[in-house]
T-cell receptor, first 115, second 114 residues
């Protein structure tokens, strides 16, 4: 069964460093998303991406964040200058026209720890 | 803006007992509703979804949920709890749009007592 994959599973970085989180969505999907979950809190929407541009973003997704689909398979989230409060689990998700009612399929997540 | 309220951050039931996890939403139009489960140190897995086809929705692992428009609710139930059901459960909502992100509730931690 097709699935969303994410790498790395755990990333440790120093405050102020740039990080890139990588996702490979399900191959025939057209909509891509990033969410984050700070430890012990709810899952929060960051951004959605369709047709090579951002469709929607939350107030969390400020200028420190960017997304890119550099090729036909990868979808990346870049944090330019990490802060301590960026420590969280980051989930990638994808959905497609063929996905009934836009069901979003989630990857296993990348745990980002900012020291 | 949409919101999702999950009553009870922790719910504890005995093995074999009924599981009831509550979810209420606020939306100006009937939305799409989802229940996701998160096992420890894992990602989110879809349990079931409401998409206006039927108000009673059956999902995986014996779970089901009923959409009640008059109560703006989408409570999750399972007739008989199993130890393996212990996990975090999230209710989520989205409007009928291709690119919209999901709005999640705060989650309910289900504890199963032996």
């Amino acid at each position: 069964e097709p699935e969303v994959t994410q790498t790395p599973s755990h990333q440790v970085t120093q405050m102020g460093q740039e990080v890139i989180l990588r996702c490979v969505p399900i191959s025939n999907h057209l909509y891509f998303y990033w969410y984050r979950q700070i430890l012990g809190q709810k899952v929060e929407f960051l951004v959605s991406f369709y047709n090579n541009e951002i469709s929607e973003k939350s107030e969390i997704f400020d200028d420190q964040f960017s997304v890119e689909r550099p090729d036909g398979s990868n979808f990346t989230l870049k944090i330019r200058s990490t802060k301590l409060e960026d420590s969280a689990m980051y989930f990638c998700a994808s959905s497609g026209i063929s996905s009934s009612y836009n069901e979003q399929f989630f990857g296993p997540g990348t745990r980002l720890t900012v020291l | 803006a949409q919101s999702v309220t999950q009553l009870g951050s922790h719910v504890s039931v005995s093995e074999g007992a009924l599981v009831l996890l509550r979810c209420n939403y606020s939306s100006s139009v009937p939305p799409y509703l989802f229940w996701y489960v998160q096992y420890p140190n894992q990602g989110l897995q879809l349990l079931l979804k409401y998409t206006s086809a039927a108000t009673l929705v059956k999902g995986i692992n014996g779970f089901e949920a009923e959409f009640k428009k008059s109560e703006t609710s989408f409570h999750l139930t399972k007739p008989s709890a199993h130890m393996s059901d212990a996990a975090e459960y999230f209710c989520a909502v989205r409007d009928a749009g291709g690119a919209d992100g999901l709005t999640f509730g705060k989650g309910t931690h289900l504890i199963i007592q032996p």
